[in-house]
T-cell receptor, first 115, second 110 residues
């Protein structure tokens, strides 16, 4: 039973380029969450998506960042015109349904380095 | 949002129990208490959760105070693989957003 998969595991971009991070949730899970962990800091919530819908994007910067979870295929976190401050580990998590107490299953993360 | 307070770090010897405290004095009646841990260079991993009663699973036990203002995660026999940052998180009834604090860094000595 495959867990949450994220790719790439490591991504290097130069300032101004675009970064695309992919997340395949656990099979059957329809809820996806993205978190960001800056160096030496705790994880911060970014966005919560259900298939084809953004439920809560309160933690996502208003500019340059976008997320989607299409009907078919993985969830994508897109960062346009990256800056050095975007360097971080980005973790995706999934859960089977949106009820309190539901466990979130995390992927191994994508480590983004902006040069 | 209700906040949690945890010690920054704790040390334990291998094969000994570890008791990780968490204070959440402003917890509301519908907040669930969740524990996750993050091993070095990995994503967080669910450990256990509870509402009012103590809970046990294969990884750990969760003891919840009667007034719910504090809880303790118990690792019964620490192994070197239990070295991680442990996060105590309150999850509101209305949402699934996990709010991670600083957590407790557990060091297990052989």
């Amino acid at each position: 039973n495959a867990g949450v998969m994220q790719n790439p595991r490591h991504l290097v971009r130069r300032r101004g380029q675009e970064a695309r991070l992919r997340c395949s949730p656990v099979k059957g899970h329809s809820h996806v969450y993205w978190y960001r962990q800056l160096p030496e800091e705790g994880l911060k919530f970014m966005v919560y998506l259900q298939k084809e819908n953004i439920i809560d994007e309160s933690g996502m910067p208003k500019e340059r960042f976008s997320a989607e979870f299409p009907k078919e295929g993985p969830s994508i976190l897109r960062i346009q015109q990256v800056v050095r401050g975007d360097s971080a580990a980005y973790f995706c998590a999934s859960s089977p349904r949106s009820i309190t107490g539901e466990t979130q299953y995390f992927g191994p993360g994508t480590r983004l380095l902006v040069l | 949002d209700a906040k949690t307070t945890q010690p920054n770090s704790m040390e334990s010897n291998e094969e000994e129990p570890v008791h990780l405290p968490c204070n959440h004095s402003t917890i509301s009646g519908t907040d669930y208490i969740h524990w996750y841990r993050q091993l070095p260079s990995q994503g967080p991993e669910y450990v256990i959760h509870g509402l009012t009663s103590n809970v046990n699973n294969r990884m750990a036990s969760l003891a919840i105070a009667e007034d719910r203002k504090s809880s303790t995660l118990i690792l019964h026999r620490a192994t070197l693989r239990d070295a991680a940052v442990y996060y105590c998180i309150l999850l509101k009834a209305a949402g699934n957003k996990l709010t991670f604090g600083g957590g407790t860094r557990v060091l297990v000595k052989p």
